[in-house]
């Protein structure tokens, strides 16, 4: 079954081409990264996948409804996401389990009373995000580790079938990302997960749970396919056009420069 299905998806405002032809289709119990570098259209993907930015031509299905013929912002809610947008918009006072239970309609802040029921999942999800210790615990003084596993446990809320981290590292010191990744791993390896969307830039970000990556360049698909498959030397070469070593060590990859001093990026 197709989780999300970019059938010629292609974006135009007025002379400039954001998006072109863009097809993309994710499986269930697949788990994506998508790679590139900075201007080469995945936050715009993101925005038409999340009907936030109406494509020119082409189609995008989620679950089998078709952009378009159905209600997004109800389907919305059938996708969970972690960006720096959601993060920002978060009240300091709100305590970590409200963050949570928010995430039920897919809403900034607590909007009526919280069920019983609410509340016991609520609970649940903090302690599936290993964040239990938090409940009572106010935003403003989260770490941003401890932030951004909140606004997971915020989008698994509404049982989303899909996830989308969108650079969910930005900002975390080099300790916080191999902590915050280490869980996404533990998330992605459960056999109950829901399929995971991870955009970076950074490929030491590409744990060992993502199966299958899309590399975008220029608003246009560079390469997409299964990670064994995709991630090599030529490829980031091309993707970035820079003479470029991909080195894996331990299931974890990094990328050096040749001919100058060893530069992980």
Known sequence: MAILHVSGLSILRGRTVILDDINWTVEARQHWVVLGANGSGKTSLLSALTGYLTPSSGTIQLFDETFGETDWRELRKRVGMVSSSIRQLIHEEDMALDVVVSGKDAMIGSWGKVSVVERK????LLKQIECDALVERPWA???QGERQRVLIGRALMAEPALLILDEPCAGLDPVARERFLDFVQRLGARKNSPTLVLVTHHVEE????FSHVLMLKEGRVFTAGKKVEVLHTANFSGLFDERIRLAKVS???ALHFHGRSSKVI
């Open 206 to 209: 590409i744990m060992p749970a």
């Open 251 to 253: 299931g974890r990859y």
């Open 121 to 124: 999942r609520g609970l649940a």
């Open 141 to 143: 003084v989260l770490s």
